[in-house]
């Protein structure tokens, strides 16, 4: 989430015949007509009815905004006593947005802009704002959450990573203490005794995956206290009356999600597990796994096994099959089965084609920890599923993990899904907009920009291969770099960036990496990005949840410059990267760098297609601008295979869960296997 510092000068005064252009850096304050000119531009429906009740927030922030600090907690908790009794929310509105503003404007010197006003009401009708980077969506954030936390029944705040959840609770925490609300934070490393806290509070903030592994552990808990034979009062009849053998959640009212299309959409293709205790079988797995890293290395594609590109699947034909059967084993796999040991090999060969360091996952103190592909980021106390995790483990020769069963599982659709009201935000969700309507049933609402955007987009270069591409890249850097502008540039892979780092070092070009192996140190980094003469070469890490202020004199020279490598498997992280130059009004520009061997082809075309690409633009010299086209259409095809694989996830849970219940099972808890 993004804030931006708001100062509190007066309104503009000036009228149309005679305008007076703002200073720069000082907030721009739109009165209605021209916030209705504004959104008019950006769509005609669904705004109007947002824009009639900004007066109505301004006459209450006109009559409440000379109340002491006391006073104005005094009406909140009025306001609170109101929801409780059951005044309905909607009636609230104005009058809470009016709380929250004075509150923001008092606390942190920040005013919400009245694009933030509509933004804040677009989330609590439900729907998820579309809002440009740099708007302020963390600022925007406490509207509808505060509004939501009056009746008392608690609201998540849903963000991608623990750094973010307690930025931003920390961030937001003196406004809402101000209105008397109270604030949690979870956290990975957290006791079942702070988490109950936690979630004790008005408002809690946290990631997804905390939230939906804390539902599992309290199913299970609930489970367990049951099967003792003691119901719901168990613990206490059982002479267990402390706090840890309690739930820790209590129920799910409402939820707002940051970066909404990160978690409801990237993050929505694997489901939150909780393993199950491992069997005596623990040993022969892990030998079957080191067995087949090894054994790997004799079977070819075509003569030993068939690889599927479309699904990524890879299949032993006959003489795999005999190939299996010939090579040496340990005698611990004597109890293995001949169609166990087929599925440890195709898994091995599967992970040697498919899972790479340094793009897929990094080894850290000995153990394989998985990189978010949609945030260049570590995914934190994640596994991939189905024995994949440990067979890359076998492959890089760190100890194997246990493989263990499920005891509990939900998909990030069904753990949202269970929420009564739901609200989102994120800079890039309209190319989604339809797997948002279908799954979630939420709908997307542009919101307007506070300042006309100065983002100049720059014609895309397409070259034959990745020397000349990369070639390129360089010289870009070194042109914009003497001129005195900072360069953002973005790589999909840590790999990749690490390699511009030497190409950048070999040329003589002072540059600071961002990376998933700077994890400690991004928000500082991040921080000087906008300096004059600043060059970081980061993955996409950068393009979420951070915010690049620009140095002095950067303004005048064309602000941030913004260089794009290569195409990521969905068009929002392009777009999440461009939104890094360009906010409330600031100049910057940007450019899109292709070449025919890029991944998103190989992906998107498959590889017979891939390869006479590759063959083709090997030896051309130039720029092939007549490509670009092909590589959108590949992005959009790959898109397509993502919501297609989260569709037919979403069929078989509902399919699982309608199994379990006919069988009178719990459908979170027992495993469907």
Known sequence: METEQQT?????????????????????????????????????????????????????????????????????????????????????????????RIAGARTMNMRHYEVQLIGGMIMFDGSIAEMETGEGKTLTATLPTYLYALPGKGVHVATVNDYLAARDAELMMPVYKMLGMSVGIIESQMSSDERRKAYQCDITYGTSKEFGFDFLRDRLLIRQTREQGLGVLGPLLAGKSQKNEEPVQREHFFALVDEADSVLIDDARTPLVISSIPGEAE????????????????????????????????????????????????????????????????????????????????????????????????????????????????KEGVEVTVATGQAARITVQDLFLRYRHLGGMTGTA??????????????????????????????????????????????????VHTKGRPVLVGTRTIEKSEHLSKLLEEAGIEHEVLNAHQVAVEAEIVSRAGQPGKVTVATNMAGRGTDIKLGEGVHALGGLHVICTELHDSARIDRQLVGRCGRQGDPGSTRQFMALDDDCLLVGLGPKRYKKMVEYGKNRQGELPSYANLFRKAQRKIERKHFGDRKVLLYHEKQRKKMHREMGQDPYLDSPD
């Open 8 to 100: 509190l000068d007066p309104p503009e005064t000036s009228t149309p015949e005679s305008p007076q252009p703002p200073k720069r850096g000082a907030p721009r304050t739109f009165r209605t007509d021209s916030l209705r000119s504004i959104c008019s531009q950006v769509t005609r429906s669904g705004l109007a009815r947002y824009i009639s009740k900004l007066p109505l927030i301004d006459k209450f922030e006109a009559e409440l905004k000379d109340l002491s600090d006391r006073d104005l907690r005094k009406h909140s908790l009025g306001l609170r006593h109101r929801a409780k009794s059951g005044e309905s929310l909607a009636k609230l509105l104005p009058e809470a947005f009016a709380l929250v």
């Open 283 to 394: 040993k022969v797995a892990v030998a079957c796994h080191q067995w087949a890293a090894l054994a790997e290395r004799e079977f070819e594609e075509d003569r030993h096994y068939e690889y599927e590109h479309d699904r990524k699947a890879v299949e032993l034909n006959v003489s795999g099959r005999m190939l299996v059967r010939q090579i040496p084993k340990p005698k611990l796999l004597d109890t293995v089965g001949l169609v166990d040991l087929y599925d440890y090999v195709e898994r091995a060969i599967k992970v040697k084609r498919d899972f790479h360091s340094g793009q897929h996952y990094v080894i850290r103190d000995g153990e394989v920890v998985i990189v978010d592909e949609s945030t260049g980021r570590i995914a934190e106390g994640r596994k991939w599923s189905y024995g994949i995790h440990q067979a890359i483990e076998a």
């Open 430 to 479: 309209a190319s989604s907009k339809g797997e948002f309507k279908k799954i979630y049933r939420l709908n997307v609402i542009k919101c307007p920009t506070n300042r006309i955007p100065q983002r100049k987009l720059l014609p895309d270069r397409v070259f034959g291969n990745g020397e000349a591409k990369w070639t390129a890249i360089v010289d870009e850097i070194r042109d």
